[in-house]
């Protein structure tokens, strides 16, 4: 049991770091740095945005999950 949420830990760990980095920056900081500084004509949320937002969300929880079952697993043992 321990090995299969060690393995969604580190699979739900790329895909959240992946979902994130998919995003579109709001504001100034690093993703200016990066070519995020140019002005979309388009203003406010699409619905791929919602989606994605709501797929970074789920594995979220995913990633969620596993580390506070992985927690109570090592607590017992």
Request: aromatic share 6%; net charge positive; proline share 0%.
């Amino acid at each position: 049991m321990i090995l299969f949420l060690q393995i969604l830990l580190i699979v739900s760990s790329v895909l959240l770091i992946l979902l994130v980095l998919l995003h579109r920056g709001r504001g100034g900081g690093l993703s200016s740095l990066f070519g995020g500084g140019m002005q979309s004509s388009l203003s406010g949320s699409s619905v791929v945005e919602k989606n994605l937002d709501r797929l970074t969300l789920f594995v979220g929880a995913i990633w969620l999950i596993a580390i506070i079952g992985i927690g109570l697993l090592l607590k017992v043992n």
